[in-house]
């Protein structure tokens, strides 16, 4: 909405006029002045086309890097019970471990991150966990995994799953160390550079 304003002069003769102004587009264009090197500034900013293609790049970027810094050094599948497991590369290689396991009858894979501990002949692990809870309609238990995953620098290809137990919770709770198939179970091992 356009204000009108009053607006008041002295005439000639000392005497107070009152007036309304008149606005003419050409005392507007003087108002403001574009100059070509301001529409060159202008023009050259940010589209959004533009943008998409800075930002799928740096992404692009960060998942090069990352596979830069990490390789995968053993698949397979390693439970408790089984005999030790032989990586590709020692892990006093890597600053970081990454796992992938499954718990349970569960199909969906999880994973885990482990600081690489390098004390000269400390033997390190990790313990990987997960809690699977019921869904809506398939019973009132949750159980609990948990697995111990062993690293010995006298031997640094090697990786041993020595310990494992699952706790079912419903209206009691049940304890058991087991090598059934209601286990976690690594399938992946990468090794991650800092």
Known sequence: MTKIVKMSEKNASGKIEQFYPE???????ELVTISEEDKSNWNAKET??????KATKALNDAKKYLDNKQELIWTGSLKFGDAEATLLESYLKYDVLRFEYRAGSSNALSRIEFVVIKTENQRTGCVINSINLPDSGTGNTATVFE??????????????????????????????QTGASNQLVLSKVWGVYE
């Open 48 to 53: 959004t086309s533009g943008s998409q293609l």
């Open 147 to 176: 697995a111990r995953v062993i690293f010995e620098p006298t031997k640094p290809t090697k990786m041993l799953i020595d310990m494992d137990w699952k706790a079912s919770i419903s209206n009691s709770v049940t304890f058991e």
């Open 23 to 29: 606005t003419h587009v050409d005392a507007v264009k």
